[in-house]
């Protein structure tokens, strides 16, 4: 995920990391949003986590790095044409 990360920051540059307070560049900040989703994760027994408009990627790879995270399958659903057709390229 954090070649996704680095695509999108090339795309929009140094203002990346500060676009919404830094709420999805910055763990510490993003924080309370994924201990939430971990929550109803443990609750719902999902088996998929699909993250629309999920952009670079980052809060999925925030959850990614959870214990419980093991064996769900995280889908990072975005309409970007840029990140869409690098990640065509690579399938």
């Given at each position: ?43 719902s027994h999902a ?23 093991e064996g769900l ?19």
């Amino acid at each position: 995920m954090n070649k996704q990360i680095n695509r999108e920051e090339s795309v929009h540059g140094e203002k990346w990391g500060k676009l919404h307070g830094g709420y999805f560049s910055d763990p510490a900040i993003a924080l309370p949003f994924v201990e939430r989703a971990r929550e109803l994760l443990i609750e719902s027994h999902a088996d998929v986590v699909v993250d629309l408009g999920g952009g670079t990627g980052f809060l999925l790879s925030q959850l990614a790095r959870q214990e419980l995270c093991e064996g769900l399958t995280l889908v990072n659903l975005d309409c970007s044409d840029v990140q869409l057709t690098s990640r065509a390229r690579r399938h």
